[in-house]
């Protein structure tokens, strides 16, 4: 425990400060877009909902590049590994388990991950305060949203995507994270192992992913509980599998 | 790739940031649940004495496309509790206008009338705005136009679903007709899992219209039912008549409320201009713990008369008429009778009214009617006159925010995006 400890800081720390970046960046974006969208707000204008305006400024897009960001900060520090000093021996060498070695990775990019989602939670916060100061700043009520910030959770497509609020959805979100993490990280293997299959599977879960979130927003497919369970189930197969066939690459060595 | 430099915190930085991490996600979501419950329920008394008030308690739910919230207010305290849904709810989901899809339990019905082959009466699902049957009931009722009419030409008709109501978990149907149709009507038990069986009428009725220049004649408006009773809803000359039976059949009792006139049906017999002309759509609300049932029938939008009758050991009997006229200009029921805005019944010698109202700013009106601010008023009529006024206020009017009413370039169509209030009751 102790060893995958150390080794899960060490490899965490290798990313943390572009991940820390990410998030500032993520936060400072939802403030300036939002800022920028609401700038001639006035006693005068129409005033849209806040889901409305984040959506609008495009913040869907930036959390998408930042979460992109995030799983190319991963990769190239997976791939520095077999650059310069090729620390991917000494790695290999180090007396512990191919699994730990693995699995503190893993864990690394999950948190990653984790931050990411918690710096769009605060700057959608930050952002519907500020709003909130603004038009508190000219008006006397008659543009507020009583209880607005609940009501802008659940009206938002992204926030609904993001953070759900019954178990289904829940699950649902939960394994589309999981296979993302599981999923780059094997592609990142399987590509070092020569095993250039891997992407296929991973074409295959694009294509998953894709469907379950057309199926919770219901745009293209009409929601249905036990289809978003089932793709979620096979979404969580697919992880196992990922996880499973990486550590027996690592174990032997193939990834050299 | 910078990279940190400090040991400790190479050695530690995971941890403590996981941990951070965990905290706010969890005290952000843990607000946000909290928040749920939140929203704004307050009673603001307008006018008379609150006692008429004592016993009495009115339910009903606001709802939008992404959460529900059912709503209990009593003397003077109001409990919520909200619902988040799963999905996106689509317009189409609980809309319901009196004449389309009928909802009975857990199913809609529709009629289909079929020259030639009969009344499909259809028991199906709304999903989405869908309509998908599930059964279908096939009536040979002996009802004919009394004279064949071109059809290129419009003629006055009164939507079957009027004819469909539900007693003791069954459902009955009545043919809806003007005076100009003649033959025998009845009421009809529709057993849908046996649909394939004939199915026989549990009473009938001559129609007895002769001739489309008498003046004379029945009019079917529809059928409604209060506990075991169904009320059958017929105008005979310058009369309405509402006639009671038991699900067997038998009869019990008639009512006759004379002159009673309805555009399109007997409008001739109005000799005097000043009596009200109502509307064939009348509106029908059962309450089922006190066995009342309460009939409105609106003239225009400042004036409806609203019978109530009760079911008693052996009859239907009349208990009450009270005539509502508009109390303000610029405070208006909505034009459409969407079902559940609105809900009406009489208890201890008074009649309650809880409605949706929209507000107007001056008498022309809105640009959108339909975006109009709401309020949700109880209104206490004792012998006719208003005796008792409260409102629910509420948070619903926030919605209409980005709603400009001389801009329609703001205007969003999908209501579903909009709070508005449904399945008003008064226990």
């Known amino acids: ?256 | 790739m910078i990279k940190l430099k400090s040991p400790i915190l190479i050695r530690h930085i995971a941890l403590p940031l996981l941990f951070v991490t965990i905290v706010i996600i969890v005290a952000v979501l843990v607000l946000v649940r909290v928040a749920k419950e939140q929203g704004t329920y307050k009673i603001a008394h307008i006018y008379g004495d609150s006692s008429v008030m004592d016993g009495i308690t009115i339910s009903g739910t606001i709802i939008d496309a992404n959460h529900k919230t059912s709503f209990t207010w009593q003397d003077a305290q109001v409990e919520s509790e909200t619902e988040v849904y799963s999905n996106r709810q689509k317009d189409k989901v609980y809309r319901y206008f009196r004449g389309l899809f009928r909802p009975i339990n857990d199913y809609y019905y529709y009629v289909y009338n079929f020259p030639d082959r009969g009344f499909f009466i259809e028991r199906g699902t709304l999903t989405d705005g869908n309509w998908k049957t599930l059964d279908t009931v096939v009536l040979d009722i002996p009802v004919k136009r009394l004279v064949q009419e071109n059809n290129n030409v419009w003629e006055f008709s009164i939507e079957n679903t009027y004819g469909l109501t539900e007693a003791e978990g069954d459902v009955y149907f009545t043919l809806t007709s003007p005076p100009k149709y003649k033959g025998m009507n009845g009421i009809y038990r529709l057993n849908f899992d046996q649909w394939e069986q004939e199915t026989e009428p549990i009473m009938t009725f001559n129609l007895n219209n002769t001739s489309v220049e008498e003046e004379t004649g029945t009019a079917v408006l529809g059928l409604e039912s209060v506990n075991d009773i169904l009320a059958l809803i017929l105008v005979k000359d310058n009369a309405l008549v509402i006639e009671g039976y038991q699900t067997n059949g038998a009869k019990l009792g008639e009512i006759v409320l004379s002159p009673f006139i309805f555009e399109h049906i007997n409008a001739e017999f109005a000799d005097e201009d000043t009596l009200a002309r109502y509307e064939v759509r009348y509106e029908a609300y059962s309450q089922e713990e006190t066995g009342v049932l309460s009939l409105s029938f609106n003239s225009d939008q400042s004036h409806r008369t609203i019978v109530t009758l009760q079911r008693s050991e052996d009859e239907l009997k009349l208990i009450d008429i009270t005539e509502i006229t508009k109390e303000d200009d610029l405070l208006r029921e909505h034009g459409d009778n969407e079902h559940g805005e609105r809900f009406i019944t009489y208890k201890d010698g008074r009649l309650y009214y809880v409605g949706v109202f929209h507000e107007y700013i001056d008498k022309e009106g809105y640009a959108l009617d339909n975006m109009s601010p709401i309020r949700l008023l109880i209104r206490v009529y004792e012998q006719g006159n208003i005796v008792y006024t409260d409102e629910l206020l509420t948070d619903v009017n926030d919605d209409l925010l980005r709603v400009n009413q001389y801009d329609l370039s703001h205007y969003n169509y999908d209501r579903a995006e909009y709070r508005n209030f449904y399945n008003l009751y008064i226990h």
């Open chain 1, 1 to 256: 425990m102790k060893r995958f400890y150390r080794l899960m800081n060490a490899q965490f720390s290798e990313m943390i400060i572009g991940v820390l970046l990410l998030c500032a960046g993520l936060i400072a974006a939802s403030w300036l877009l939002v800022s920028y969208r609401i700038k001639d707000y006035n006693i005068y204008a129409v005033h849209e909902r806040f889901e409305d305006i984040y959506n609008a400024s495009g913040m869907p897009i930036v959390f998408l590049l930042c979460l992109l960001g995030v799983i190319a900060l991963f990769i190239k520090s997976f791939y520095s590994a077999y650059w310069g000093s090729k620390s991917i021996y000494t790695l290999l060498t180090l007396p512990v388990k191919r699994e730990i070695l693995y699995l503190s990775k893993l864990c690394s990019f999950a948190i990653s991950m984790l931050m990411l989602l918690c710096a769009q939670l605060v700057g959608f916060i930050m952002a519907y305060c500020y709003m909130e100061l603004k038009v508190a700043s000219y008006s006397e009520g008659q543009f507020d949203m009583t209880n607005g910030l609940f009501l802008a959770f659940i009206r938002s497509d992204l926030m609904r995507l993001l953070w759900p609020y019954d178990f289904v959805n829940i699950l649902s979100t939960v394994s589309i994270f999981i296979v993302i993490i599981a999923g780059v990280y094997y592609i990142v293997i399987c590509e070092r192992s020569q095993r250039r299959w891997g992407v296929i599977l991973m074409v295959i879960v694009s294509w998953l992913i894709n469907i379950v979130v057309n199926i919770r927003l219901d745009t293209i497919f009409n929601y249905d509980s036990l289809k978003i369970i089932l793709y979620s189930a096979t979404l969580l197969v697919i992880s196992a599998a990922c996880v499973w066939h990486s550590i027996v690459l690592i174990k032997k060595g193939a990834i050299a």
